[in-house]
């Protein structure tokens, strides 16, 4: 099990838009998917909104997984912030968990073509290694050095799995709640102090709603 990390730091999480393996229900992991028109759109949203969140003048490091449809997603926000769209960082143990054999099918593939292993995965989640893959306490391992590496306060864009295992090692979630969590791709995950939202715009500029 993970040990709860204390971050002094305010962290801005965005999830990757959506890609055409996330329409399709793919386990997508280490694979380098691009976003599709959908996902463009979001992550543009997710500009807007952080150009309202943000406070001004804050000297945020700006962190992305090296999977392109994170790296899409963190360069669209970047130009709906106004700045530079290529000036961030990359850094791996922001990456997806890897499914090994899994990637690429979806969870009725996997039941259908390797029913034991998969009612194994059902029994414990958290604790099941992927095929030739990793497993979340790998990622929970990850983030917990990212998290202490911060210098400051960091918008970070990473996957579902990654976003879930910040909430297990600086939000304090028991980890054996997180895999059926939803993690939206049009929202952001702020967290400060241990605590945690979820921000979503609820209307258009001109007051109307979307």
């Not at 976003?35 to 759109?41: D, F, H, K, V």
């Not at 997984?65 to 970047?78: D, G, N, V």
């Amino acid at each position: 099990m993970t040990t709860a990390f204390s971050c002094p730091h305010t962290l801005y999480l965005v999830r990757h838009g959506e890609t055409d393996w996330n329409v399709r229900g793919l386990l997508q992991g280490s694979q380098d998917i691009p976003l599709n028109s959908l996902g463009r759109q979001q992550a543009t949203r997710a500009g807007d909104n952080l150009n309202w969140l943000l406070p001004h003048n804050s000297p945020l490091d700006f962190i992305s997984s090296p999977l392109q449809r994170a790296r899409e997603t963190m360069q669209l926000l970047r130009q709906q912030l106004g700045l530079p769209p290529g000036d961030y960082r990359c850094d791996g143990r922001l990456k997806e968990i890897s499914f090994g054999d899994w990637e690429g099918l979806s969870w009725a593939q996997i039941h259908q073509q390797e029913p034991e292993r998969y009612q194994q995965y059902l029994a414990s989640p958290v604790d099941f290694p992927m095929p030739n893959g990793e497993c979340w306490q790998t990622v929970f391992d990850r983030i917990s050095s990212l998290l202490a590496s911060l210098q400051r306060d960091s918008l970070l864009v990473g996957h579902s799995i990654v976003l879930k295992a910040f909430l297990a090692v600086a939000g304090g979630i028991d980890p054996r709640q997180l895999p059926p969590l939803h993690m939206p791709q049009d929202r952001i995950l702020v967290m400060r102090h241990g605590q945690f939202a979820w921000l979503q715009a609820t209307g258009t500029a001109d007051g109307q709603p979307d």
